[in-house]
């Protein structure tokens, strides 16, 4: 069974700073490339930050400088270091897992990030 479950959200006030992880269980966790989404209410799910299987990373212009990304293949762990929070952060953040040249893909559940002003 697939599992993939995100921790670390809660509410920060502007300017704080929250770490995210996606604990991974089920699948050759290494193989997998991984991702973090986020939706906001009444909005369409984005794409946040993208890390590959060798560690290249990608990352929404509204991030970059902001967030980081990254994964431990020991712990099957992927990691979303989240500085420098505006409220327009504010949504719940997802993690998703996809075998590359595949349509194989899994979502974790969510984690709420609430970002005061």
């Known amino acids: 069974q697939v599992q993939l479950v995100e921790s670390g959200g809660g509410l920060v006030q502007a300017g704080g700073s929250l770490r995210l992880s996606c604990a991974v269980s089920?699948?050759?966790?290494?193989?997998?490339?991984m991702a973090w989404y986020r939706q906001a209410p009444g909005k369409q799910r984005e794409l946040v930050a993208s890390i590959t299987r060798s560690s290249s990373t990608n990352y929404v212009d509204s991030v970059k400088g902001r967030f980081t990304i990254s994964r431990d293949n020991a712990e099957k762990t992927v990691y979303l270091q989240m500085n420098s929070l505006k409220p327009e952060d504010t949504a719940v953040y997802y993690c998703?897992?996809?075998?590359?040249?595949?349509?194989?893909?899994?979502w974790g559940q969510g984690t709420q990030v609430t970002v005061s002003s």
């Open positions: 998703k897992a996809v075998l590359p040249s595949t349509s194989t893909s899994f």
């Open positions: 089920g699948i050759t966790f290494s193989l997998y490339d």
